[in-house]
């Protein structure tokens, strides 16, 4: 079993930053493959960035390089998603996610049908 909580969405204007959190709990984080998503209304969940299971290789989607950065602090059983110069188009539930495979391209990670557990999700709202 593996247990995950988002928090640090909220309301940003344009341009500006916010850092999410996702705390992992019921198996060993540092062997959990993580990834962010994001879902707007009416649309389909879809990949932002993950990062694989020792920490090696960090992935993003298109829209997202250069201003979001991934990370992860085992120690603290936490992966974190840094997001910077935000846009309205970022107005999104987003949600983490944690495959028990040992996952490290690209395109598996930005699968959705390879991660086990998620978590509700935060809300981020960017205002223009």
């Known amino acids: 079993q593996v247990q995950l909580a988002e928090s640090g969405g909220g309301l940003v204007q344009a341009g500006g930053s916010l850092r999410l959190s996702c705390a992992a709990s019921g198996r060993s984080f540092s062997s959990l493959a993580m990834g962010w998503f994001r879902q707007a209304p009416g649309k389909e969940r879809e990949f932002v960035a993950a990062l694989t299971w020792n920490g090696d290789s960090t992935y993003y989607a298109d829209f997202v390089k250069g201003r979001f950065t991934i990370s992860r602090d085992n120690a603290k059983n936490a992966v974190y998603l840094q997001m910077n110069s935000l846009k309205a188009e970022d107005t999104a539930v987003y949600y983490c996610?944690?495959?028990?495979?040992?996952?490290?391209?690209?395109?598996?990670?930005?699968?959705?049908?390879?991660?086990?557990?998620w978590g509700q999700g935060t809300q981020v709202t960017v205002s223009s």
């Open positions: 996610g944690a495959s028990i495979r040992l996952y490290s391209s690209h395109s598996t990670l930005a699968n959705r049908d390879n991660y086990r557990y």
